[in-house]
């Protein structure tokens, strides 16, 4: 297709007017002025459209959907008393609706790529993204722990068992992607790390767990082993690139030197993360180390990025902006990469930019709304104005997937009678 005389977001971060983009197949092939039309291409009047690249969720729990409002200011330990017991009670339809649920909200958010923390029933919730047609990286949820109700009370090697069961599965189908997981290493046994990192290692696919999220947890670990949670993995040998900390607020000197030797993704998820801890997120960023925006799923405060990347730079600029007297310590540029070139860490794909050759996964903008229809510097506009409400098209591996505000790949109406039905149970 040939989208005609549109805006964009360039490699550069800065907003480019009227221009041609080419897609062939799934990528981007060709951009420029006054592009011809070759054979019988679609072509888009992009005339008041704002295309940037889609955003990418690089933590988030799909099967959480159905908790949404049940967790903010819940009392007592919420992992405990509210996470486990839903979790344990899911069901292969219950998992289906959870996911229908949140591709919905996520596409209509502008959000074309995810990584999912892992849950149970996962192979209904790969065939709900599999029909999507977003791109997705998920996980089996991988835990060990007597204490755990018993429908999900699994050893090392039941865990390991239904970990590659999702991987021949589902691996490469579509654009899912499996990955492997440590779901809390206060959760997790030595043998369980080891063998869950033999797997990933073994297939080459990323590891990922919730890392030093809560000062309980990292003082857990440290009780155990003797070393806070980053030095007792890298002390077994855990640690590489593939390796994907979420989270990862309350971090020694230590960890932050191992995070940058072994180019460790990190994930910050700011409206979760702001009852929890608060990371100096200028400093790792200025340190080199690569940091991904997270929602941590609906339960945590809705899956709009839009809104994450502005808690984000109220929470640092009002800690350390103030501190340091610098009021740009978080730019919007800074976040608009978090939230869509960074993606490309977390997914291993080509995505989260519009320069030749990369992946067409797109977002389309509405300029129509009177939020857009002048700024002085447009980077810094879509930062602060757009909405999860503004994004009219998106398009994902050169696809659409959503147009005119319509899902074109989810029966909305149906998912919406579904839970209808849940709720009246």
């Not at 309350?250 to 608060?278: M, R, T, W, Y």
Request: negative net charge; proline residues 2%.
């Amino acid at each position: 297709m040939l989208l005609k005389n549109i805006a964009y977001l360039d490699e550069n971060l800065d907003v480019i007017f009227n221009r041609d983009i080419r897609i062939k197949d799934n990528y981007i092939k060709e951009i420029g002025e006054n592009l011809e039309i070759e054979g019988e291409e679609e072509v888009i009047n992009g005339e008041n459209l704002l295309v940037t690249p889609g955003l990418c969720d690089a933590h988030t729990h799909i099967g959480q959907q159905l908790l949404k409002g049940k967790v903010l200011d819940a009392e007592g330990i919420i992992w405990k008393n509210i996470m486990l017991p839903f979790e344990s009670s899911i069901t292969d339809e219950i998992m289906s609706l959870n996911t229908k649920l949140a591709l919905i909200e996520m596409i209509k958010a502008g959000t074309t790529s995810f990584v999912d923390a892992g849950s149970y029933h996962m192979d209904s919730a790969c065939r709900e993204i599999f029909k999507s047609g977003m791109r997705g990286a998920v996980t089996y949820s991988s835990m060990v722990d007597s204490s755990l109700p018993e429908s999900i009370c699994d050893t090392a090697d039941e865990v390991i068992e239904k970990n590659n069961s999702l991987y021949e599965n589902w691996n490469g189908k579509g654009l899912i992607q499996v990955y492997y997981s440590i779901r809390s290493l206060m959760s997790a046994n030595e043998e369980l790390i080891l063998k869950v990192s033999q797997e990933a290692k073994k297939r080459d696919a990323m590891l990922e767990a919730h890392m030093n999220e809560y000062d309980k947890e990292v003082e857990n670990v440290i009780e155990k082993t003797g070393l806070p949670p980053y030095e007792y993995l890298e002390k077994l040998g855990v640690l590489n690139s593939d390796f994907i900390g979420a989270h990862s607020l309350i971090l020694s000197e230590g960890e932050k030197e191992i995070i940058k030797k072994h180019d460790i993704k990190i994930v910050q998820c700011p409206f979760s993360n702001s009852g929890k801890a608060l990371a100096n997120t200028p400093q790792l960023i200025k340190n080199g180390i690569k940091i991904g925006l997270g929602s941590d799923g609906v339960a945590h405060g809705g899956l709009s990025l839009w809104d994450e990347m502005k808690t984000l730079r109220c929470m640092m600029n009002v800690t350390w902006g103030i501190q340091e007297n610098n009021r740009s310590i978080m730019p919007a540029k800074i976040l608009l990469k978090m939230a869509m070139e960074n993606g490309k860490y977390f997914l291993r794909k080509n995505i989260g930019t519009i320069k030749e050759g990369y992946l067409a996964d797109l977002i389309f903008i509405d300029l129509n709304q009177p939020h857009l229809w002048y700024s002085g510097n447009y980077t810094n506009t879509i930062f602060e104005c757009v909405n999860k409400g503004d994004i009219i098209h998106s398009m994902v591996d050169g696809k659409w997937i959503m147009r005119d505000r319509k899902i074109t790949t989810i029966d909305e109406s149906s998912v919406r009678e579904e839970l209808k039905k849940w709720l009246s149970l």
